[in-house]
């Protein structure tokens, strides 16, 4: 089942998730930390609240915030993120591939 048919499965009740989540999705990556301590961000939160507890109720069940789909990403994603980075701080994509994978190693290293 692909990604976009389980989103549409979760969301075939009507709620307005789907609308709380593209605002979301909206705001730029640099300016979502400064998004997270605002008014606003308490609001969004309440209203998340308000419809995950409107879809148990229908439901007869408790429907949990943390929403596991099990597919992979869509191919071309991490090529993207790579050229929107490099885009964003002025770098070419291979310096991002290969600071990328240094943090990789990093991470590795300090599991063990």
Do not use: C
């Not at 593209?22 to 990556?29: G, R, S, T, Y």
């Not at 209203?47 to 597919?71: P, S, T, Y």
């Amino acid at each position: 089942m692909s990604l976009d048919q389980q989103k549409n499965d979760l969301l075939r009740q009507k709620t307005e998730l789907e609308l709380l989540w593209a605002k979301i999705k909206k705001i730029p990556p640099l300016e979502r930390r400064q998004f997270l301590e605002s008014e606003a961000f308490k609001v969004h939160s309440h209203d998340i609240g308000d419809e995950l507890k409107m879809l148990a109720d229908k439901k007869g069940g408790e429907v949990n915030r943390v929403v596991q789909l099990k597919a992979k990403a869509p191919r071309g994603t991490r090529k993207d993120i790579l050229e929107q980075i490099a885009q964003t701080f002025g770098l070419t994509t291979k310096q991002v591939d290969n600071m990328w994978q240094a943090y990789r190693r990093f991470e590795a290293e300090e599991i063990t």
